[in-house]
């Protein structure tokens, strides 16, 4: 093994600039491949933890009628909070939302919105809510850029909102933008107004209600609760899930096309070296070499592409991996209104998983394509191949 191996260098680098092409272009399916898969890495973790942040905490309890797509069910998504977690909300480890439907009439038009009554005080989300702890003569309210941008509305705008308390009565009041604020996650800024809880208890007439229970901690065992639904972080996250899933099958199409241009060039290169090399391999065979361990001398000379290739792609590839890690990948286009978590700028993430499953899947690989045309010298005639002819 070890004379084989040394056998393979020289031939390799007697091969010259045909090894080297071969090598570069093994290179770049490293780098790409590896980054690539950093980057849908990197989404997932930079969407899960924007999502727990802005959205759903540690886990959510959901009222039972409610219905994130259906806003026709949350006249009836509100109940009581439940006496159990009195102790929790005081400690500010969960937070009580109150939502109903509401409209809102920006410049003379009307825009449909779900109305979001939030403690001003909490802390499990970056919400700037702190703003809503303010003296007006209007009903504080803060919004998203998103909602803010295709409503063109500012700090300081008033609106005139108008809603349906508990019993059916259409009521209307002001209210006054306190803040704009800023999110990689579309689905709390589009079509969202946030006012203090207590007010809109008290304009709804739903004292102590709410129609979800956000909680900080995802680890503590939740028992059952009558008349709410248990809805864990994983639960929550399951559409970026979903989506990661979706867009890694068809960035393996295009692995699978970086990896086939450089196969065939290896396949290529192992055909014309066993028809080239006829006298050698012959040489081999009358020197006391067996067929197999010709074969394994060519697959080995194969596989060591990929190791050479590995070696070259770490001399570039680490530093521009390490600096794409540092300033991320800009999207060429707005990705506010894809309706999902997904900043502008995605910054990749490299385990040393992703890393060695694929330098270990190129490896094999190339190993695979190198002992398939090298099959063909355990068929050769030693004599005819010693005379330069193939049969």
């Known amino acids: ?34 980054w690539m898969k950093g980057i849908m890495v990197g989404w997932d973790h930079q969407a899960k933890t924007d999502m727990t942040n802005w959205e759903i905490g540690g886990g959510q309890y959901w009222h039972e009628n409610y219905d994130p797509y259906d ?36 410049q003379g038009r009307m825009q449909s919105v779900a109305v979001k009554g939030i403690n001003p005080k909490q802390k499990i989300f970056l919400l700037p809510t702190h703003k809503l702890d303010t003296v007006t003569d209007a009903v504080p309210a803060i919004i998203g850029a998103l909602m803010a941008r295709n409503l063109k509305l500012n700090v300081g705008n008033y609106l005139t909102l108008r809603w349906r308390d508990s019993k059916g009565t259409f009521d209307a009041t002001d209210v006054v933008i306190t803040e704009v604020f800023t999110s990689n996650v579309p689905a709390i800024e589009s079509g969202q107004i946030y006012i203090p809880l207590e007010k809109l208890r008290e304009m709804t007439m739903m004292d102590g209600e709410a129609t979800l229970l956000t909680f900080a901690d995802s680890e503590k065992e939740r028992s059952p609760v009558e008349g709410w639904v248990h809805k864990p ?15 890694t099958v068809g960035q393996s199409v295009f692995y699978g096309i970086l990896l086939l241009l450089a196969m065939l060039a290896i396949f290529d290169t192992q055909v014309l070296s066993i028809f080239r090399r006829q006298k050698e391999i012959g040489t081999y065979i009358a020197l006391g070499y067996t067929r197999r361990e010709v074969v394994g001398l060519f697959t080995v000379e194969g596989a060591m ?76 005639n030693p004599t005819e191949a010693l005379r330069g002819r193939i049969q």
């Open 71 to 106: 806003p026709f069910t949350l006249s009836e998504s509100h109940a009581p909070v439940p006496e159990m977690f009195s102790e929790e909300i005081t400690r500010s480890e969960m937070e009580p939302m109150l939502i109903v439907q509401g409209t809102i009439y920006p």
């Open 233 to 247: 972080k994983d639960e929550l996250t399951a559409s970026v899930d979903e989506m990661i899933k979706t867009k």
């Open 305 to 380: 592409h990929s190791v050479l290739a590995a070696v070259v792609s770490a001399a570039y590839g680490i530093p521009f991996l390490a600096w794409q890690a540092k300033v991320g990948w800009t999207m060429p286009m707005d990705v506010s209104e894809f309706g999902m978590a997904i900043a502008q700028t995605l910054y990749p993430i490299y385990s040393f998983g992703l890393v060695v499953s694929t330098v270990l899947i190129v490896v094999l690989t190339t190993t695979v394509v190198s002992y398939w045309p090298s099959r063909k010298i355990a068929k050769m």
């Open 1 to 34: 093994m070890k004379t084989a191996f040394k056998l393979a260098c020289r031939n390799l680098i007697g091969a010259g600039l045909r090894t080297w092409l071969n090598v570069i272009v093994l290179s770049f399916s490293f780098v790409v491949i590896i």
